[in-house]
């Protein structure tokens, strides 16, 4: 979308991103500490095993995640310290006709940071989930919480009693 005031609207590239629907996208093969310039962009995990830190939460900041690979060997995403997660996140099974939930209110999560302040995932885990095509969605409401929804598949034998937001 060109301006035609030349200059007069300095956000020019993010309109263009915003008409056409697209979202930047950061693909992550290793550890990898995001930053508040990354709010809003895809984070693609295409690893088995990794370890991604969030900044410090601010309430608005966004981060969606996909996993592109089984988490096999586990994956993290950890809050800033002093920073937790609630919300819910539910696990299906591919071995049984059944679904699982973990759900964390932010009074909960906020009165003791330090035990919410990891998200945890391995596939074939009972406890936990994370496969191919998967998703996360952080969402900072505050400046202490990021509120999570997650929809995950986990090949464990009988999924239940799911804690992907743990103690770090």
Same mark, same amino acid.
């Given at each position: 979308?060109? $301006?035609?005031?030349?200059?007069?609207?300095?956000? *020019?590239?993010?309109? *263009?991103?915003?008409?056409?629907?697209?979202?930047?996208?950061?693909?992550?093969? =290793?550890?990898?500490?995001?930053?508040?310039?990354?709010?809003?962009?895809?984070?693609?995990? $295409?690893?088995?095993?990794?370890?991604?830190?969030?900044?410090?939460?601010? =309430?608005?900041?966004?981060?969606?995640?996909?996993?592109?690979?089984?988490?096999?060997?586990?994956?993290?995403?950890?809050?800033?310290?002093?920073?937790?997660?609630?919300?819910?996140?539910?696990?299906?099974?591919?071995?049984?006709?059944?679904?699982?939930?973990?759900?964390?209110?932010?009074?909960?999560?906020?009165?003791?940071?330090?035990?919410?302040?990891?998200?945890?995932?391995?596939?074939?885990?009972?406890?936990?989930?994370?496969?191919?095509?998967?998703?996360?969605?952080?969402?900072?409401?505050?400046?202490? =919480?990021?509120?999570? $929804?997650?929809?995950?598949?986990?090949?464990?034998?009988?999924?239940?009693?799911?804690?992907?937001? $743990?103690?770090?």
């Amino acid at each position: 979308m060109a $301006n035609p005031l030349y200059g007069q609207n300095k956000t *020019d590239d993010v309109l *263009d991103l915003v008409s056409d629907g697209k979202k930047d996208v950061l693909t992550l093969t =290793a550890a990898h500490t995001l930053s508040a310039s990354d709010a809003g962009k895809l984070i693609v995990v $295409n690893s088995a095993a990794i370890e991604i830190t969030l900044p410090s939460a601010a =309430a608005g900041m966004v981060f969606d995640f996909v996993f592109m690979i089984d988490t096999t060997a586990g994956a993290t995403i950890l809050a800033s310290s002093g920073d937790c997660f609630f919300g819910t996140v539910t696990v299906n099974s591919t071995t049984k006709t059944k679904s699982s939930a973990q759900s964390i209110d932010h009074a909960t999560a906020i009165g003791t940071v330090a035990s919410y302040d990891n998200l945890d995932f391995v596939h074939d885990s009972d406890t936990l989930g994370g496969k191919a095509g998967d998703s996360v969605r952080c969402i900072a409401v505050d400046d202490t =919480a990021w509120m999570v $929804n997650g929809a995950l598949v986990s090949d464990g034998t009988d999924p239940d009693g799911i804690a992907a937001i $743990n103690a770090g």
